[in-house]
T-cell receptor
Framework: DAGVIQSPRHEVTEMGQEVTLRCKPI?????LFWYRQTMMRGLELLIY????????DSGMPEDRFSAKMPNASFSTLKIQPSEPRDSAVYFC????????????FGSGTQLSVL | KNEVEQSPQNLTAQEGEFITINCSYS?????LHWLQQHPGGGIVSLFM???GKKKHGRLIATINIQEKHSSLHITASHPRDSAVYIC???????????????FGQGTILTVHP
């Protein structure tokens, strides 16, 4: 298996634009996580899906952020409209059985909002 | 309040030294993860523990549930071990969510040749 695949690796956009981040989890994993990492706050959970259903979205900053998982092999995180404070590295991770099992991380998307 | 504290924040060692990184947490947990993040940014899971001790190569992770404390040990450290090591905890949540890890602030390890 190729591991968790994220795209794009880098995204530079202007304030107000829509940004879509993509993630393909490891085949057979039933849990998917979106995390955000900043220097100030470290790693934070944004949203957690189990069997394609959002279970915990308490970490989603505000209505500008939305996430979907239309099937077991694909998820998106969308920011609309983007703001400079959204600049961060966004990681997707998957596991078989929630956060109590080993997590496999994607390589991350470095987002810069100018 | 569910908190995770790591120490030290920064650690510098000479190649070959034995290294210990500590993680303390505030209340009962379901699981504890040790993660490694290299300067390139990728995150790798090293261990997932709920009790006892695990070993993989030169890395050893232990957890003491009663004392709410975990340690990550690196024996015979090498410059390639230079990375940020992050402790992450899944607190007991009464069964409401098995997704929300709480992360420590990370320990920056530098091993000099």
């Amino acid at each position: 298996d190729a591991g968790v695949i994220q795209s794009p690796r880098h995204e530079v956009t202007e304030m107000g634009q829509e940004v879509t981040l993509r993630c393909k989890p490891i085949s057979g994993h039933n849990s998917l996580f979106w995390y955000r990492q900043t220097m100030m706050r470290g790693l934070e959970l944004l949203i957690y899906f189990n069997n394609n259903v959002p279970i915990d979205d308490s970490g989603m900053p505000e209505d500008r952020f939305s996430a979907k998982m239309p099937n077991a092999s694909f998820s998106t995180l969308k920011i609309q409209p983007s703001e400079p404070r959204d600049s961060a590295v966004y990681f997707c991770a998957s596991s078989f059985g929630g956060a109590g099992e080993k997590l496999f991380f994607g390589s991350g998307t470095q987002l810069s909002v100018l | 309040k569910n908190e995770v504290e790591q120490s030290p924040q920064n650690l510098t060692a000479q190649e070959g030294e034995f290294i210990t990184i500590n993680c303390s947490y505030s209340v009962g947990i379901s699981a504890l993860h040790w993660l490694q993040q290299h300067p390139g940014g990728g995150i790798v899971s090293l261990f997932m523990l709920s009790s006892g001790k695990k070993k993989h190569g030169r890395l050893i992770a232990t957890i003491n549930i009663q004392e709410k404390h975990s340690s990550l040990h690196i024996t015979a450290s090498h410059p390639r071990d230079s990375a940020v090591y992050i402790c992450a905890v899944l607190f007991n949540a009464g069964g409401t969510s098995y997704g929300k890890l709480t992360f420590g602030q990370g320990t920056i390890l530098t091993v000099h040749p």
